[in-house]
């Protein structure tokens, strides 16, 4: 990991100005004379800057992302915790952390960073963007807001505009959090049990019935407590918490509730004309949190959209998962 420290100032959408930034990332490959052989991964919710860590078997030699042809740049979002500036950041104008303090963002403020190093970078065009869920929605905006550096688009498992559906399950994990009184101590070690909670919330919007009844599937007939489903959520739920923060979720859950593409541009499918790039919307026929109706509504109003859909029982995290299938399509898609 690289961090960039951006020592200029940085005004947010909603006009919250920071003093300055750093900035996590990472690369592979080499990029060619004429900066252009660039693959731009956006990651999703609480993912960070190396894909090889959280999107295995998509970056290497002979691999989806293949670092003998591209060179693959991921970018941890503003907000987040591995490395950009984020809540437990220490606020220069203050000598503390920001913890609740720390503005609301947007995906356009996220897209603003990400230009931040493309030009850090010397990168003059994007040969491919690509995003997964919120990583989706930062591809996205990203074709819109500077339509002529962008190639391809590829757009996973996410949506236009954030949806009513997927802003109440935030809602839901954001009052979990906000019911932990530690979340208000300005302490780093506060939060966790609200966001214990709050990722066993946000799970069953990225699985399916059909993957817990299958996968968590007791073969006890007698037993009345200690199920495998219950010890899988608080599993995953204190995973989450050693690794991660109550303050960049929330304040990141409000990033993505943000998103909506025509926003200031009149409405969605005018913002959509606007993307210059061929784009490629992948489904997941389980997804429950993002429909493929999503991605097709977004390839239908492209100019030059295409659609691929994968076969996964694991629902919306199934693009982490069914890799093979993704490759297959991506390879397809980009020759």
């Not at 941890?76 to 984020?86: D, P």
């Not at 009345?224 to 010890?231: C, D, G, L, W």
């Not at 489904?283 to 859909?309: C, F, R, T």
Request: hydrophobic share 35%; net charge neutral; proline share 3%.
């Amino acid at each position: 990991m690289k961090v960039l420290k951006y020592d200029s100032t940085f005004t947010t959408e909603t006009g919250y100005t920071f003093p300055s930034l750093e900035i996590a990332y990472d690369t592979w490959g080499t990029l060619n004379e004429s900066a252009d052989n660039v693959i731009w991964v956006c990651h999703a919710l609480t993912a960070n800057s190396n894909v090889t860590a959280w999107w295995p078997n998509m970056v290497g030699e002979g691999l989806a992302f293949d670092t003998r042809r591209y060179f693959i740049v991921c970018v941890n979002i503003l907000g987040s915790c591995y490395g950009t500036t984020g809540p437990l950041s220490i606020n220069p104008e203050t000598g503390v952390p920001w913890f609740n303090d720390f503005p609301l963002i947007t995906v356009r403020d996220v897209v603003n960073v990400l230009e931040i190093i493309r030009k850090h970078l010397g990168i003059k065009n994007i040969n491919t963007i690509i995003g997964s869920s919120i990583g989706g929605y930062q591809a996205l905006e990203y074709s819109i807001m500077f339509p002529d550096l962008i190639r391809n688009l590829v757009f996973i498992a996410s949506s236009a505009k954030q949806s009513p559906w997927a802003i109440a399950f935030n809602e839901s994990q954001r009052l979990a959090i906000e019911a932990d009184a530690t979340f208000y101590d300005h302490n780093p070690q506060g939060g966790k049990k609200g966001l214990r909670a709050a990722r066993s919330i946000g799970l069953l919007s990225y699985r399916t019935p059909y993957a817990y009844n299958t996968t968590q599937a007791e073969n006890d007939d007698e037993k009345i407590t200690s199920f495998k489903a219950s010890s899988y959520q608080d599993y995953q739920g204190d995973k989450l918490v050693r690794r991660f923060n109550a303050w960049s979720y929330y304040r990141l859950t409000q990033l993505a509730d943000s998103h909506n593409v025509g926003r200031g541009r009149d409405d969605v499918e005018k913002a959509l004309k606007i993307i210059k790039a061929r784009t490629l919307c992948i489904g997941i026929k389980s997804d429950m949190l993002y429909p493929v109706s999503e991605q097709k509504y977004v390839a239908e109003n492209v100019k030059n959209g295409h659609y691929g859909e994968i076969d996964s029982f694991y629902g919306h995290d199934g693009f982490l998962i069914e890799t093979g299938q993704v490759t297959e399509i991506l390879k397809k898609f980009m020759g």
